[in-house]
């Protein structure tokens, strides 16, 4: 798992600026009107003024609230899960229906406010989160209506994964979710969505059977096989940029929920003969087993080798297939717990908000050679940079059975999730695990397929998001260029549309 990186663009610090002046001004000019109406910024950097007046039609075309910096709870809602974003938007539109999000994209159009998404807020880079902007909050949209008859859910569009798990397993169906429980289901599913059932039966998006969404020229449309294939081709993969979702509807599979997690951990010292295991049990895998092998330096720079991860069954059929493990003598320690899914789901939740802050680098590779491992553990050993991991998980399965141009997401062939990351507390000095991040990377991108998981943005280049679409790139464009021509919904792992 990977943890946010502390940006400060450029957009950013002149927003920051630009904000101080509009605040300072309004203040002197009228001290009332900064405790009411929002100064804002639109989408081309320049100063908005919101009136009194604006906001109260938006707040009587909605069911849902507008929360205005004087709000009481105004400085809960602009939190996110990273700490790095300490961003203040000049309104935040919390929306009550489909209805709401329509009114919010409305609004903002007319007033071309610079406008970010929010569901569960986990973006690693705080896309939903935007300084001087508006922010359209999907949270209290977060229904789940199970068809046990269809064996389908409809999710609403501001759903975490939580709500997701909680509405299918007690009918012992499920369908892939991401391994903490309060991501929410919004960002995760239009990205991708890995998981400990992805193996199995696939991505969060494989399992989509349509969406209701409202793009940027407010139309709600429905995108399935059928209706808008394009839209709902694009929306698989391609992230917020073709509009906003506002129910999902699922495939669930049957599932009794029995999951085993399991967890050993070795010295560095037995690293490169338990990293090798580690390979050959992740080759021959059934879907069932979905492991990482990670190394990973302490605060004390001590280096530690884990294989961890959970079997879709029972604890005897998950020691089993790991027992290739065992000629490797005694782990410092061994965690093997069988339990139900819901829970294990919520196992690693810690905080709602991260107090920690990180940076990290993803791909994917097509094989897990020795002298992959050589490479990666010389530089981990040598290098002994405190707070830094380098973890290699297991994807293939059922996720590899798509053909790549069947969905935007093109990373079928990856059949392991390579993330090199560090993470720090405020006031600890990051810049040795940043620069650790950065040197492993380059030498780790030349052996993999050269594309990453957008849902793992951190400053990754423009370049890299074309990469990782492949020749899916293309399409994605024109669709984008189709349904939002003046790229509103930007604050996302950017598709730009032609100009
Ligand atoms: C602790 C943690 C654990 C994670 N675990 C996993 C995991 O197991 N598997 C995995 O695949 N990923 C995982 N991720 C990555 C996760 O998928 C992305 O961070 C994702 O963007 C989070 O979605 P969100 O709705 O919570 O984020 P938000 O920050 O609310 O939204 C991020 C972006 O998603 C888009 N978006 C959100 N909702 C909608 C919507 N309804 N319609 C259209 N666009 C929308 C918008 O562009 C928005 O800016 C994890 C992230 C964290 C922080």
């Known amino acids: 798992m990977s943890h946010p990186l502390n940006i400060t663009s450029s957009r950013f610090n002149r927003r920051t600026l630009l904000r101080g002046g509009i605040a300072m001004a309004a203040a002197s000019a009228s001290p009332l009107r900064t405790a009411s109406a929002a100064p804002a910024i639109s989408n081309r950097d320049a100063r908005i003024e919101l009136t009194d007046g604006h906001i109260a039609d938006l707040q009587r075309s909605i069911e849902g609230a507008v929360i205005l910096p004087s709000s009481a709870t105004y400085n809960d809602e602009r939190r996110i899960w990273s700490p790095a974003f300490d961003r203040k938007p000049a309104l935040i539109v919390k929306t009550a229906s489909a209805k709401d999000v329509q009114a919010a994209v409305q609004f903002a159009r007319a007033h071309d406010i610079l406008t970010a998404v929010r569901c569960g807020g986990h973006s690693y880079s705080g896309f939903s989160m935007v300084d001087d902007g508006m922010v359209i909050d999907l949270k209290a949209i977060n229904g789940v209506t199970v068809d046990t008859a269809k064996q389908t859910a409809h999710v609403a569009g501001g759903a975490l994964l939580g709500n997701l798990d909680r509405a299918t397993l007690p009918h012992k169906l499920a369908t892939t979710a991401g391994v903490v429980s309060h991501t929410g289901v919004g960002g995760l ?92 049990i992740s080759a021959n895998a059934p879907l069932e087993l979905t492991v990482s092998g990670s190394l990973r330096t302490s605060d004390r720079g001590e280096t530690t080798c884990i294989v961890s991860g959970s079997f879709v069954g029972t604890r005897r059929a998950g020691e089993a297939a790991l027992k290739a493990l065992a000629p490797l003598g005694e782990p410092i320690s061994t965690r093997v717990e069988e339990m139900d899914y819901v829970t294990l789901q919520a196992v690693a939740d810690g905080n709602l908000y991260s107090d920690r802050f990180g940076y990290s680098r993803y791909t994917y590779l097509r094989q897990l050679d020795p002298k992959f491992i050589d490479m990666v553990l010389d530089y981990v050993m040598r290098a002994n940079t405190p707070r830094t991991s380098v973890s290699i998980g297991m994807q293939g399965g059922a996720i590899a059975q798509v053909n790549e141009t069947d969905t935007a997401f093109a990373e079928r062939d990856g059949i392991y999730q390579c993330a090199v990351a560090t993470t720090w507390a405020a006031g600890e000095d990051s810049a040795a695990g940043q620069a650790h991040v950065r040197e492993l990377w380059s030498m780790i991108d030349p052996m993999s397929t050269g594309g990453f998981y957008i849902n793992e943005i951190y400053d990754d280049p423009e370049e890299r998001i074309r990469k990782s679409f492949r020749g899916n790139y293309a399409r994605l464009v024109d669709i984008k260029t189709k349904v939002d021509p003046a790229n509103f919904f930007h604050l996302n792992p950017n598709i730009k549309p032609k100009t």
């Open 189 to 280: 599913a239009t990205g991708g969505g890995q998981g400990r059932l992805g193996r199995k039966f696939g991505l969060t998006i494989d399992n989509m059977l349509g969406v209701e969404m409202v793009l940027a020229d407010g139309s709600i449309v429905r995108a399935n096989a059928t209706e808008n294939p394009d839209l709902f081709w694009a929306v698989r993969g391609g992230g917020g940029n073709f509009g906003i979702v506002t129910d999902f509807e699922f495939q669930l599979h049957e599932y009794d929920g029995v999951i085993t997690s399991l967890s050993y951990t070795f010295p560095g010292s037995k690293a490169r003969d338990v990293m090798n295991v580690y390979a050959e």
